[in-house]
C-alpha cells in the first residue's frame, strides 16, 4: 500500500455453498491483518 493510504475498499461478491466450502475468504484476510480501515461494500446488479 501507498504510505499515504488511509482508507481501503473493496468490493465483496456473493459465493455458492460450494464456492464458499473450497475456497477461502480474501475480504476476511484483509480485514484480519489491515492495519488501516477498511470499507466493504457489495458488488451492486
Known amino acids: 500500500m501507498h504510505p499515504t493510504t ?4 473493496l468490493v465483496a461478491r456473493p459465493h455458492t455453498l460450494f ?3 473450497c475456497h477461502r475468504s480474501v475480504t ?3 480485514l484480519r491483518v489491515s492495519p ?3 470499507l466493504v461494500r457489495p458488488v451492486e446488479a
Do not use: F, T
Not at 488511509?6 to 475498499?9: E, H, P, T
Open 6 to 9: 488511509s482508507i481501503l475498499v
Open 19 to 21: 464456492g464458499s466450502l
Open 28 to 30: 476476511a484476510q484483509v
Open 36 to 38: 488501516i480501515p477498511v
